[in-house]
């Protein structure tokens, strides 16, 4: 079945939905299919999701040559108390180690959500491409992409509502919150990937650096667009750095863009920024990174 996008309204009112994009359906307690949809008011004025309108009419040709690979972390919560599955009522685990990537039942809490969000995701057509344990326990993360375009706003907005979705069933409350423990637990971000097409190419390096100096000179203003709350994340501890302060290192996980050891060798390849909450929208903070470090001049 193919629907071509933005063609028909769903419904002849004031505010009438139009098609963005189809994916396949999926059996969550009966035949879905998942249309993400924008609404439309009138002569074309588009009420939701504004971020994802004014992405496509700004960035289209250029975010057609930067790829970018979000990584989206979330914590599982039991439902009546609001607490961590795995963790005792009222109580904690032990100290933070052995749940990143881990295995065992004593350490992987809510795999089985996991695994079916994967599953439905990969059947639906949406580009996920991995699944981790997060170093706090009932952390967990996926990532979706490497895609081109506006298609990561869109793969990860849709992957949300899936595991929206399978928690509801499973009876888990799923929080995006980038702090949903206080004390000495990791928070939830939402690493992005990001490369250009000369980054990949020879002397891709020295671009990375010229686009990661730039992203240091607008830091105020991309956190103040990177999710709500992410003050309580961004301490400087658990594998950040600090809300007030812009560094970048290779390998280091406590910086706010990282770049990993396999592009410093190849003298080419592509960065992470660190900063984004797992509550960010991803819209907002692909257009950003792309403005920044494309058409953006000092």
Not at 51 to 78: G, H, V, W
Not at 89 to 101: A, H, I, M, R, S
Not at 115 to 134: P, Q, R, V
Request: charged content about 20%.
């Amino acid at each position: 079945m193919t629907v071509p996008a933005l063609v028909k309204p769903l419904a002849k009112t004031v505010k009438s939905s139009y098609i963005l994009k189809l994916y396949s359906k999926i059996h969550l307690g009966g035949a879905t299919i998942f249309l993400l949809c924008a609404m439309l008011i009138l002569q074309l004025v588009i009420q939701f999701p504004q971020t994802r309108d004014a992405l496509l009419l700004r960035f289209l040709a250029i975010l057609m040559l930067s790829p970018k690979n979000p990584e989206q972390e979330y914590t599982l919560l039991q439902k009546d108390v609001k607490w961590p599955i795995g963790w005792p009522v009222g109580g904690f685990p032990g100290p933070q180690g052995p749940y990143y990537c881990g295995v065992g039942v004593d350490k992987a809490f809510g795999r089985d959500i996991v695994d079916s969000h994967y599953k439905a995701c990969l059947y639906a057509g949406i580009s996920i491409s991995g699944i981790n344990g997060e170093v706090m326990p009932g952390q967990w993360e996926f990532q979706v992409g490497p895609t081109v375009g506006i298609s990561a706003g869109d793969e990860l907005w849709v992957a949300r509502y899936v595991l929206e979705r399978i928690t509801e069933i499973a009876g888990v409350v799923l929080s995006f919150d980038p702090k949903p423990i206080q004390g000495d637990w990791n928070g939830a971000g939402a690493h992005t990937n990001y490369s250009t097409k000369s980054m990949r190419c020879d002397g891709g390096y020295e671009v990375i650096k010229k686009a990661i100096e730039k992203l240091g000179a607008r830091h105020t203003q991309h956190i103040a667009a990177y999710g709500e709350g992410n003050e309580r994340r961004l301490t400087g501890r658990h594998e950040t750095a600090d809300i007030n302060t812009f560094i970048w290192g290779v390998a280091n996980r406590g910086a706010s863009i990282r770049v990993g050891r396999d592009t410093e060798k190849a003298g080419k390849g592509y960065f992470e920024d660190r900063r984004p909450a797992s509550n960010m929208d991803p819209y907002i903070v692909t257009s950003m990174i792309a403005e920044t470090t494309i058409l953006w001049k000092p």
